[in-house]
């Protein structure tokens, strides 16, 4: 498991350097509360044919800035987009709320107690 | 074509493959994970079986005085086993039998009354630690 | 002039078991748009393993994310979590639960092959298919004691052992089982009228499998050569006479070839470990409280299954993300229906094999 940093401005530019369709399989895009309003974003990619060969691009942000989408980088990403959107109350570009949720359910689940 | 319309015919004639069920007793093969049993007399009352259950099944009502009483919720109870596993006198204060549980009817009171008893247990524990506060404080004054 | 109308599939349907619901966008009988919630069984699985329960109680909850795969659930689970502990289990164990995952593959392949005659139209082969599966439901129940959830895998261990009269039995029912399956294949191939359903229908081009990361028996279907069990190292497969079996054409047919295939394919690994299973313990103790991050992928019946735990160091999780085969099937599922004909389309789903209540978690 390899992590690479990146940010929320040049996350596209990373991630569309980084892919290639037919060496990569995109697995899912993944947040994870840390507490008092961060969150950390990760999107994550195997390697076809190669053993335990995972690659975690990161990025650390909060609940309130944008993220951008990769859905023009990687079509199938739109599911993990919609689904972030869903547990955290993120604003991602082009992904509406409700993959999951209705609209009587939680705001956003998995967002830390606070 | 001829050989399938062949085979067709011939399952017209073939034993079914289905049980009949509830007239047939279903045969559970051995080793089949059932209801959990407790002795009272060999428990030590030590709470692992409590701790562990990963549903709650097992609750323990703590009396100011006496012993505490064990109760099992057998629809709660994902027959998991942990808790003997975890027990330290398995097989003889708790074991895992080969008994399947019949569905609760609505007098078994299988969530209702089960909500009850989880409040009960829990306020038990709460009294109990209270009055264990109020006697230490009582025998240092 | 609006020239499409719209039929919905689901979330009730007569040839659909799953609650998931499409709307097509159709121009006459073409599928030219799709829609898909997939939502209705939401449990918040998730946010339970963080929240109410402790780390050595969360295997037997995420096993109840799916009764198909809970045994690939707790698995990895289980895995991901001896990974933070820093526990590496021995042979033994790590045999016996290659067994059952194998077992598991078997009769999950036979349930959605049942459901893709049944919804072709076949609905004799769906009650044959059914009634064989039996052997390999029989099988499990006597291993682990229960006949869906088996709660076999505990961390550090399993949590039962093989005895010589269940190694007996496992070699009895597979010899009958796998007569049934070559069958299967003849059935398959040569049956004039399923032919007429599967072959050339709900295609997969190899190109859209890369671009819309198909997974599973889905892809292999499609020509990707992708497979969890080789891009781990989890588990000794290659040693047991595990072989990667690719299809090249995509469509339905394909699918059930390479389902078939690979049963074929589980019941020699099955063998093969029953046979050479080495000896120690099945139970180990281990020591700690996850701290950490750990990522672990298992090829579950549907591709692969993928888990990311974290852990602070306390007996309560930080993050437990499940990211089922489904959800990243859902993608190509999508893309299939485009083009074909809103007739075939209980079909096409029932080949993808969806298990909603995974992808909902
Ligand atoms: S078998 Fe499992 S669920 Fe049942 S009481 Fe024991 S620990 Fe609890
Ligand atoms: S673990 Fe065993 S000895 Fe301890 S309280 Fe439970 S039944 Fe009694």
Redesign the interface.
Known sequence: ?RKIETTLPTLLADIGTFYE??KW????V?G??LGEGKIEL?W?F?????????V?YYALSDYTTPVPSVVSL???A???EREIVD?FGLTVEGALR????DEDSLPH??RGES | MIRSMFEAFKNLFKPVHTVNYPATELVLPKGYRGLIEYDKEACIFCDKCEKVCPPGAILFYQPLEGEKEYRYNPWLCIYCGECVRACPKPQEALWQSETKQQSALKEDGANEGWFVWEAACKQSREDFKAAKIKNKSEESV | MKKTIQIPLGSQHISLLEPIRFKFECENEKIIGVDAD??FV?R?V??ACTRSFEFKQVGYVVARVCGLCAITHSLSYTLAVEKLLGYVANDRIKYLRMLMVELDRIHSHMLCLAHTAENAGFEALFMQIMADRELVMDLQEAISGNRVQFDFIAIGGVNRDLTPELSALIHKNLELLSDKIDTLLGLFDNNWSLSLKYKGVGVLTLDQA????A?GPLARAAG???DVR????DFPYEALGYTMVLESTGDIHARNFVRLREILNSIAMCRNIVDNLPSGEIQEKTKGKPSGEA?V?VEAPRG?L?Y?V?GNGQNML??V?I?TPT??A???MMEVFKGSEYADAPAILASFDPCMSCT?K
């Open positions: 498991m369709a037919r399989h995109f697995l899912s993944n994870i509360d990760q994550i195997s390697r076809y044919g190669i053993k335990d060969e995972i975690i990687i079509p199938s739109f599911m993990g547990m409700g993959l999951y949720l689940p998995l | 997939v939502g939401h918040g998730e946010l890369y671009t819309y990361n997974l990707l050569a992708t080789v891009e781990t190292s990522v992928r692969e993928f990311l974290r930080e993050r993300r990211k959800f990243s859902i993608p190509a909902a």
